[in-house]
């Protein structure tokens, strides 16, 4: 099968890359031909005069990635064309080009940003679901995106143009979430539910399972309001027992949430910015546990896949595909979201009952051979590219 993947890299790296990277590489390995289209937005630091007043129209309809999707569709001649992400520099322009070819398109749907400028339903520390509820002028007013109406606008615009001239609805066969509480949320919100399909992410390779419990705690994510690490240190210092925790991540909070670590006399909390992956991996298997605070609808996290195949357990916010995900009692811990007193206490009892919190890792590894293998994926990923091919006809 010929497969022709596109991705836009936001300018900091996150778990899309990843996803984006490891079924390519899983296609390759399989003896698909892969093609790749790919851009990012580093490029708006490096747009001046002209080029940086088109960002605006090319945000909405970028006519240059539409000639290049052209171009290559025209050369590869593809089966399927999947699309991971199109904001900001690549634009949903590419959809009409494949339709224009005839060509099948699968979108895996990684964020809500075709329901939310932001790509969140967060704001001001809360899940908002009022651009899906009202529309788009309430990210407007709020300045959801980048704390700025105007930027919000632009993407509202990108929307609003793509909404009116069914881009997404008919210029894409397939969706792929990644949980079943994702998909329902995205069905509510209006797309066609005979067109999206549930297929998690996956790990590959396989780290192994770790050989022992760890001395330490660890946070594995981005550092931003949505992630909910104000609420993990606030937890931490109502901790009677001192616990110590390593905060791996970098991010836009990151200064004041060292500021505010230092304000609270945490001195077992350490920060250990962006590190490798290899050294992440290393790190959430030296863990008794992992703690993922996150405050918003989270999609399919990839850090919780890789400490379900490193056998390390969970304590997650009951939210959306955290609760989902991580099993109560089993492969984890669910406590309230944005509640540090809740998430003090789960934290305690994990650290006092080592012996249980190995049991739920071992069946964390056990929820990883079951279902996040690259072995396991495979097939789904090829049933959705068929089921597109045949939508398509």
């Known amino acids: 099968m010929k497969v022709l993947i596109v991705h836009n890299a936001y300018q900091n790296p996150g778990g899309e890359d990843v996803v984006f990277d490891q079924e390519r590489r899983l296609l390759e390995r399989e003896g698909h031909r892969v093609s790749v289209y ?68 699968v979108q895996t749907l990684h964020n809500y940003r075709l329901f939310c400028p932001a790509a969140l ?34 993407v509202a615009l990108m929307l609003a143009v793509n909404r009116s001239r069914g881009t997404w609805t008919e210029g894409v066969d397939r969706f792929v979430t990644l949980t079943e509480s994702s998909r329902q949320k995205f069905v509510a919100a209006g797309l066609p539910a005979e067109k ?3 297929k998690p992410n996956f790990v590959h390779p396989d780290p192994g399972a770790r050989a022992e419990g760890g001395d330490y705690a660890a946070f594995v994510g981005r550092l931003s309001p949505e992630k909910g690490v104000m609420t993990l240190l606030a937890a931490w210092s109502q901790l009677r027992t001192p616990i110590p925790l390593s905060i791996l991540g970098g991010g836009p ?17 350490r920060f250990e910015g962006q590190v490798k992956r290899e050294l992440t991996i290393a790190a959430i298997k030296g863990a008794r546990f992992l703690v993922f605070p996150s405050e918003w609808y989270e999609i399919f996290p990839v850090t919780i896949a890789e400490a379900f195949a490193c056998g390390t357990p969970i304590i997650c916010s009951r ?11 089993r492969t984890g811990l669910h406590f309230t ?5 809740d998430l003090a206490r789960k934290v305690e009892w994990a650290w006092a009952h080592p012996e249980k919190m190995w049991k739920m890792g071992k069946e964390a590894r056990r929820e990883y051979e079951a279902k996040y293998t690259a072995e396991k994926n495979y097939p789904m990923l090829i049933e959705t590219y068929r089921a597109a091919m045949a939508a398509r006809g």
């Open 38 to 105: 790919r851009r990012s937005n580093w490029e708006m630091d490096h747009a001046v005069g002209l080029t940086r007043l088109m960002l605006v129209p090319n945000t909405v309809w970028n006519s240059r990635s539409r000639q290049e999707i052209s171009k290559l569709l025209s050369q590869e001649r593809p089966d399927v064309v999947h699309v991971h992400n199109t904001f900001i520099m690549i634009s949903p322009s590419i959809f009409s080009a494949c339709r224009e070819a005839g060509v099948p398109v």
């Open 121 to 154: 339903f967060f704001r001001k520390g809360k899940v908002c679901e009022e651009c899906l509820q009202h529309s788009l002028w309430r990210g407007i007013r709020y300045g959801c995106y980048r704390d700025s109406s105007a930027e919000t606008a632009v």
């Open 196 to 198: 999206v399909g549930v």
């Open 253 to 269: 909070q990151q200064e004041e949430l060292q500021v505010r670590a230092d304000a609270l006399h945490l001195a077992g909390v």
């Open 319 to 329: 939210l959306g595909s955290m609760q989902e995900l991580v099993e109560d009692g």
């Open 337 to 341: 979201p944005g509640d540090p007193e």
